[in-house]
């Protein structure tokens, strides 16, 4: 028995339907399980070779094809507006900025009182974690903004030009 599926089998049986429930979550968004289908929901929808914005039923009986628009509308919040969800997210990556400050901050204060420099820099490293996090809030704000998601290939360096120009103010 390999030390993985000895993991595996531990974990399964301790957690159970959490460790599962990870494992489906963690598999869909690593890329590893395709999405299921929204209309039949037997099937998961693959990529269509003819057609790169179009995504296929793998289900025999269904065989029905999305284009990805249809899919990012099928996942907007009920009841809200695009630019609803668009500000949510905005508001997100600002509390997660103002987190990384008050770690930040804090970790400082406990690293001069202790005279431990190690707690600075685990803070500093939590805190470019949680600027990940904002970062990434502020690129799904822009992409629901413009209208860009669900594209074959992320538009990174367009929304990197957007907030250069909006940080300096040329917008």
């Known amino acids: 028995m390999g030390m993985l599926s000895f993991l595996k089998h531990r974990l ?4 159970g339907v959490e460790h599962r429930t990870f494992q489906e979550m963690s598999g869909t968004v690593l890329g590893g399980v395709q999405a299921p289908c929204p209309r039949c929901r037997r099937g998961r929808l693959q990529a269509d070779s003819q057609a790169l914005d179009l995504r296929r039923c793998d289900d025999a009986e269904c065989g029905a094809s999305f284009s ?3 899919i990012g509308q099928s996942l907007a919040v009920s009841g809200a507006s695009l630019s609803e969800v668009a500000d949510e997210e905005r508001r997100q990556a600002t509390a997660l900025c103002v987190a990384a400050e008050i770690v930040v901050v804090a970790a400082a204060a406990w690293a001069i009182w202790s005279g431990s420099w190690t707690t600075l820099l685990g803070a500093v490293l939590l805190a470019v974690v949680i600027c990940a996090s ?3 809030a502020r690129y799904r ?3 629901i903004e413009n209208g860009r998601m669900f594209e074959r290939r992320a538009p990174i360096g367009a929304f990197l030009r957007a907030e250069t120009a909006g940080l300096f103010g040329r917008r």
């Open 134 to 136: 904002a970062l990434v």
């Open 68 to 70: 990805l628009a249809e």
């Open 12 to 15: 399964s049986h301790r957690v």
């Open 141 to 143: 704000a822009w992409q």
